[in-house]
T-cell receptor, first 108, second 116 residues
């Protein structure tokens, strides 16, 4: 069974600060996706990483896929209140395995 | 999330009744996936379907649960004789034909099922 552990589970920081959240597994994934989920809504896809060592940027968000394709990180620069939400990593092909999630709160 | 349409958004059933959850994939997507999110838990895969075919149902309970994706119309997740433990948010996702590569899945806003 493939498992994805995310850390930290909860993170609360001031607006303008930087942060990094992590997604780790003992299994190799062919690809890994990051989603953000708001209360009462479905997960919204942010990015897909496929190649070991790959780095993708989405405005203030930087995603990295580990060289061995077992882990990933999401770094947010100058966090804003609009970044508040549940961040989920998910790996696999058709049958996605979701991580435990990081609940991020940005304090104005 | 507007691309993948799920309805109803909220569904209340009494124990023993049937629940039918519908999902219309994004335009051009022929693959549908169902996931369940129990309170305070993560999303868990249930079933993967293509038109008129169940590809992988390894995450679906063996009894009372069934899924279909007919040639015409939405995908249906059907739960018979519901019990309190079926209360959860059920999410549908869709993707384009895989073509041998990993295609990202796009999710609907879910159906929140409550069992009285």
């Amino acid at each position: 069974t493939q498992l994805l552990e995310q850390s930290p589970q909860f993170l609360s920081i001031q607006e303008g600060e930087n942060l990094t959240v992590y997604c780790n597994s003992s299994s190799v994934f062919s690809s890994l996706q990051w989603y953000r989920q708001e209360p009462g809504e479905g997960p919204v896809l942010l990015v897909t990483v496929v190649t070991g060592g790959e780095v993708k940027k989405l405005k203030r968000l930087t995603f990295q896929f580990g060289d061995a394709r077992k882990d990933s990180s999401l770094h947010i620069t100058a966090a804003q209140p609009g970044d508040t939400g549940l961040y989920l990593c998910a790996g696999g092909g058709e049958k996605l395995t979701f991580g435990t999630g990081t609940r991020l709160t940005i304090i104005p | 999330n507007a691309g993948v349409m799920q309805n109803p958004r909220h569904l209340v059933r009494r124990r023993g009744q049937e629940a039918r959850l519908r999902c219309s994939p994004m335009k051009g997507h022929s693959h549908v996936y169902w996931y369940r999110q129990l309170p305070e838990e993560g999303l868990k895969f249930m079933v993967y379907l293509q038109k008129e075919n169940i590809i992988d149902e390894s995450g679906m309970p063996k009894e009372r649960f069934s899924a279909e994706f007919p040639k015409e119309g939405p995908s249906i997740l059907r739960i018979q004789q519901v019990v309190r433990g079926d209360s959860a948010a059920y999410f549908c996702a869709s993707s384009p034909p895989r073509g041998g590569i990993n295609q990202p899945q796009h999710f609907g806003d879910g159906t929140r099922l409550s069992i009285l």
